[in-house]
């Protein structure tokens, strides 16, 4: 799939000239926004004033026009009829006078108010309205301002009260006259500006157009306002009408209302806020025809400008391509240039005559170990895939360090590093034939390719070479023990090919890790075992699930009269295919993955359910179950057995704990304390193997135990080697000083036994006695040999071996 490009991206000449071009429109743009934001500035800045002195103009205008109407409301005051009609109270020409003069000077609506300001005569449909109005005007009339702006019959009027002398005031006359309609006109012609009138009948009420100047829209919008009796101390008020923004002044006609409530009439001083901020068209055009000139200037000097840039690259990407080529012999063109492209062809040319020497380290380096010196994998993989084609008999060694991480964590990286170095030295010593190699394939592996007749003889180089770490290695101050997995494979004899060789030879080296028995020679069924360990975790839960696995019983006897007082109690695995599954290939695994907790926990979960099936002293036997490393590390562990005996209805004191000294040793601190909370519980706690390790007095001081168990390596052979049963002899009497019983495994023998009981050992377990047995069997074998001594003196020690 071809990705498209852009075509500003195929080319720096393109680049150069839209970069150009982009720079002066972004100029030019950021000029056009300065400008209009100065002017939108000056703009908001001056029409308030300008508002201000349209406010002026129209109380100008209202005020002249009021000067007339009260000059002709005057006049019908000053009439000699209308006065002797008003002084004989003559209704009828009183309300004649008022409609006729009335309609010459423009009035719709006339009253005489008497000097009570009591209507006397009107022409009005509504003589209250005029009345109110009149009471209004009272205080403002007397002080000689006549006039004022008020809703007559729902509309805006002008209304004027003069007083009639004769010469005492005698009366009132109130005229008013509809605001002139073409008073928006008048304003707009002399000052440009908009004028809205709108009044409403209720201060709740909605604002109804009186009189407009605008156009629909605009009129419509300002109408739609809700104009609180804040907007009348604003210099300008925003409004968004008909799309656009207007600046409105608010004045308020006729008498102020009530203290904080709106007034009923407002005059709406406007103009265009857009239109003020608007560029003027001449200035428009300018700016265009400036900025297409621009982009002609810019776009010729950008087209010369790129072809001087890319015309140089051009010819320095050819060269590139015949470098790529391998042609380091045609020297760069353009290093008299004194520029930056100049200086970018003499970085080539000196890259041209560095290369063939870079190619050399680059393959060193990719066929090298930088710290050792010594081959890679890579290296040996090639070298073992030479040999096998040259068809010669070889063998791949395959060693990993034990305990390397630990020489890091302890000593430093440093220190590690001189010791990888040292032994690939020590290996390098061991090649006596052309063609072989040491490398070294990953942090602590290392391979050894072997030119050799036959197995045996580079099963015995591995051995060799095993030997040789028994020689610490000194690194500076330091001396470390170093030991190694070595897996041995050979070809033709284990593999057909290179890949197949090195697999085989890894597979022998994790065998021999895992054995620690020295070096291992590949075998077929390696793989096997490698193979069924991928299901094995899985079988292990179906056995659980299905009822596969049986508990077997082995006896315990005490020495002095040979009666039974317990049994070590061991897992067995009854595969439905396999049949019965040894613990050796089951246990390991188990306690590798963690799954040993779930077989720990089983077999307490048996033990308890077997208790009182084990015959008639079955109430008071101690049963005891063996505790590994994982098990010591779940806090979890006393609930679990605590809600078991719960269960079961088994006291803590029927049971006893076998601990290994490598169990407590992954984390002392945690086991400790696991080991003490069972103690507080009524558990019985046992050492098992006892001897083998090496801090065994350390922890029978530190441990709350109640016996010990002797390994049956010591046992075993006690009758034939003096030292064992020296051993057998001073563990007993130490034990016994220290108020703990002795059980002795792996009892074989009836002379076994007698030196055993001659020693004063307590307890005994073996073939001698009894081989490991079902449980039903065990039963009856109790009852046989029924366990009658006091409680405390009994156990079953349940173990997962």
């Given at each position: 799939m071809t990705l498209r490009v852009p075509f500003w991206e195929r080319s720096i000449g393109v680049r150069i000239i839209v970069l150009f071009l982009g720079m002066l429109l972004a100029v030019q743009l950021a000029s056009f926004t300065a400008l209009q934001a100065s002017l939108s500035q000056h703009a908001h800045r001056v029409l308030p004033n300008q508002l201000r002195e349209g406010e002026r103009l129209l109380q100008s205008l209202l005020e002249r026009k009021a000067g007339a109407l009260v000059d002709g409301a005057r006049l019908l005051a000053a009439d000699y009829g209308f006065r002797e009609a008003v002084s004989s109270n003559d209704a009828d020409t009183i309300v004649s006078v008022l409609a006729n003069h009335g309609a010459r000077i423009g009035a719709t609506e006339a009253a005489l108010l008497g000097t009570d300001f009591a209507l006397?005569?009107?022409?009005?449909?509504?003589?209250?309205?005029?009345?109110?109005?009149?009471?209004?005007?009272?205080?403002?009339?007397?002080?000689?301002?006549p006039s004022t702006i008020a809703l007559v019959a729902g509309t805006p009027h002008q209304a004027v009260l003069v007083p009639v002398r004769a010469p005492l005031v005698v009366g009132w006359v109130l005229m008013a006259f509809p605001v002139d309609p073409h008073l928006g006109d008048d304003m707009r012609d002399l000052s440009g500006l908009g004028l809205t009138l709108v009044s409403r009948r209720s201060p709740d009420g909605p604002w109804r157009l009186s009189l407009t100047s605008l156009d629909a829209g605009r009129s419509a919008g300002l109408v739609g306002e809700k104009w609180p009796a804040s907007a009348i101390d604003q210099p300008m008020t925003s409004v968004m009408a008909a799309g656009e923004e207007l600046g409105v002044r608010v004045m308020p006609l006729g008498r102020p209302p009530a203290h904080g409530a709106a007034p009923d009439i407002l005059a709406l001083v406007s103009l265009s806020v857009d239109d003020a901020v608007r560029l003027?068209?001449?200035?428009?055009?300018a700016l265009i025809g400036i900025t297409l000139l621009a982009i002609g200037v810019f776009a010729?000097?950008?087209?010369?400008?790129?072809?001087?840039?890319?015309?140089?690259?051009?010819?320095?990407?050819?060269?590139?391509?015949?470098?790529?080529?391998?042609?380091?012999?045609?020297?760069?063109?353009?290093?008299?240039r004194h520029d930056e492209v100049g200086e970018l062809s003499q970085a080539f040319e000196r890259m041209r005559t560095r290369v063939a020497e870079n190619q050399a380290q680059i393959l060193r380096l990719a066929y090298w170990d930088s710290l050792t010196g010594l081959p890679n994998r890579a290296r040996f993989r090639e070298a073992v895939n030479d040999a096998i084609a040259e068809r010669s008999t070889i063998a791949v060694v395959m060693l990993d360090l034990n305990r390397f991480k630990h020489v890091n964590d302890v000593l430093g990286y440093r220190i590690g590093d001189l010791l990888l170095i040292q032994v690939g030295q020590r290996l390098a010593s061991h090649l006596v034939r052309e063609g072989e190699l040491v490398a070294r394939l990953s942090g602590d592996e290392f391979g050894i390719l072997l030119r050799v007749p036959h197995a045996a003889l580079a099963l015995s180089i591995a051995e060799r070479i095993e030997r040789a770490f028994d020689e610490p290695l000194a690194l500076e101050e330091h001396r470390v023990d170093m030991r190694a997995a070595i897996g041995v494979a050979c070809w033709p004899q284990h593999a057909d090919d290179g890949d197949a060789l090195l697999n085989r030879a890894e597979l022998a080296m994790y065998a021999a890790k895992r054995r620690s028995s020295g070096p291992v020679l590949y075998a077929p069924s390696i793989d096997v075992a490698s193979a069924q360990t991928l299901t094995l975790l899985t079988e292990l839960r179906e056995a659980v699930e299905r009822g596969e696995l049986r508990l077997y019983l082995q006896p315990k006897l005490a020495l002095d009269d040979g009666r039974v007082i317990g049994a070590e109690a061991l897992v067995r695995w009854q595969h439905r295919e396999r049949g019965l599954v040894p613990p050796g290939e089951f246990i390991p695994f188990a306690e590798q993955t963690g799954f040993i907790r779930v077989l720990t926990l089983w077999v307490f979960e048996e033990a308890a359910r077997h208790h009182r099936r084990l015959g008639a002293g079955a109430a008071e036997l101690v049963l005891s179950v063996n505790l590994s490393t994982r098990d010591l590390l779940d806090p979890e562990l006393p609930l679990k057995f605590a809600a078991v005996l719960a269960r079961h209805r088994v006291p803590a004191e029927a049971f006893c704990f076998e601990i290994t000294e490598s169990a407590i040793m992954d984390d002392p601190a945690r086991a400790l304390a696991i080991l003490d909370r069972l103690s507080e519980m009524g558990f019985q706690l046992s050492i098992d193997d006892f001897g083998t390790g090496y801090s065994s007095l350390a922890y029978l001081k530190r441990l709350p135990v109640d016996e010990i168990k002797i390994d049956q390596s010591f046992v075993r052979s006690m009758q034939s080697e003096r030292d064992d049963a020296t051993i057998v002899r001073s563990t007993i009497d130490l034990a016994h000083n220290l108020g703990l019983q002795v059980v002795a495994e792996g009892v074989e023998s009836a002379e076994v036994w007698n030196m055993l009981r001659e020693l004063g050992c307590d307890q005994a377990q073996g073939y001698h006695m009894g081989r490991p047995m079902p449980v039903d069997e065990f039963a009856r074998f109790v009852e046989r040999k029924p366990a009658s001594l006091p409680a405390g003196a009994r156990a079953v020690a349940l173990t997962l071996h």
């Open positions: 006397r005569a009107s022409t009005a449909a509504h003589p209250n309205e005029l009345v109110a109005v009149a009471h209004q005007l009272r205080d403002s009339a007397i002080a000689g301002q003027p068209r001449d200035l428009q055009l010729v000097g950008s087209v010369f400008t790129a072809r001087r840039v890319t015309t140089p690259l051009r010819a320095l990407a050819a060269a590139a391509e015949r470098l790529g080529a391998g042609d380091f012999e045609t020297p760069m063109r353009g290093q008299r």
